[in-house]
């Protein structure tokens, strides 16, 4: 007897659809023990469904796709890991950018992308120069990110502004600390998805997802695609949001 097929999701209608979808990519290790392959072959299988996925969230119509790609913690993984991991973000900007940009997309980075090698932070540089004025899609890669170290950055700005008797201390508003944070000018986040099975923020937009919905699953990051991010959004499009009031 043939297994039935599973049923494909359903792709949520256009007023359905979250404006702003962040990711935390998770799993890859883990992705490749379960095949006795080298954590780096579940990197290279990330990277592809990175590519699955932005393809996927434009199609879909998703306004801003967040990706998180490296973490202000992931400094303390070995250096070949961490080598392998910059290697890749290289090879995606040299392979990927030509699509997107044919596409009308916008790339973004948030957090502190400068500690990266020399030929890292050119790239990285050229690609923001080169997609800056697209209008279509943003894809946003979090390198580098860690958010209480961009709130510390964004509390430092805003104490600059006071010191520099430009700003009362009073006047200080939760507007005033979010126009600082590396996220100042995207859309509000509607729904952050961490793959993997863990149920853990590990220090990314702490601030944003105030109101974000929570989408958690157990795929690991090299096996998710594009119906997973419809089964996510058909989620999200299921949620009621109340934002304290009723
Ligand atoms: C996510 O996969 C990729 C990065 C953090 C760069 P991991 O490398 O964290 O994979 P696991 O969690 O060890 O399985
Ligand atoms: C979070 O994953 C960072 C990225 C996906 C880039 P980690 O694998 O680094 O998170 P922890 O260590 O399990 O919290
Ligand atoms: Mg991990």
């Known amino acids: 007897m043939r297994a039935k097929a599973a049923p494909a999701p359903t792709v949520p209608a256009p007023q359905d659809v979250p404006r702003h979808v962040a990711i935390i990519m998770d799993g890859n290790g883990r992705w490749a023990s379960r095949r006795k392959l080298p954590r780096i072959a579940g990197h290279k299988a990330g990277a592809d469904a990175v590519r699955r996925t932005v393809r996927a969230a434009r199609e879909m119509g998703i306004d801003c796709l967040t990706l998180y790609a490296f973490s202000s913690e992931n400094w303390k993984r070995p250096e070949q890991e961490i080598a392998d991991l910059t290697a890749l973000l290289k090879h995606f900007i040299q392979n990927d950018l030509d ?9 973004r980075v948030i957090g502190d992308y400068r ?4 030929s890292a932070v050119t790239m990285v540089e050229e690609a923001l120069e080169r997609t800056a004025a697209n209008t279509g899609a943003t894809l946003v890669i979090a390198l580098n990110y860690g958010s209480q170290n961009e709130l510390t950055r964004a509390a430092q700005a805003v104490a600059r502004r006071v010191e ?32 993997s099975g863990e149920q853990r923020l590990s220090n990314f937009l702490l601030w944003q997802v105030a109101y974000a919905e929570l989408y958690f699953t157990d795929l690991f990051w090299p096996d998710f695609d594009a ?20």
């Open 227 to 246: 119906d997973a991010l419809a089964t996510a959004c058909t989620a999200f499009a299921g949620r009621q949001r109340r934002y304290g009031g009723l």
């Open 99 to 107: 699509e997107f940009h044919a596409n009308n997309v916008r790339l």
């Open 115 to 118: 500690a990266f090698d020399a």
């Open 164 to 195: 520099a008797g430009e700003l009362s201390a009073d006047a200080i508003t939760g507007e005033t600390l979010a126009a600082e944070l590396d996220t100042a000018d995207l859309p509000p986040l509607d729904l952050l998805i961490r793959t």
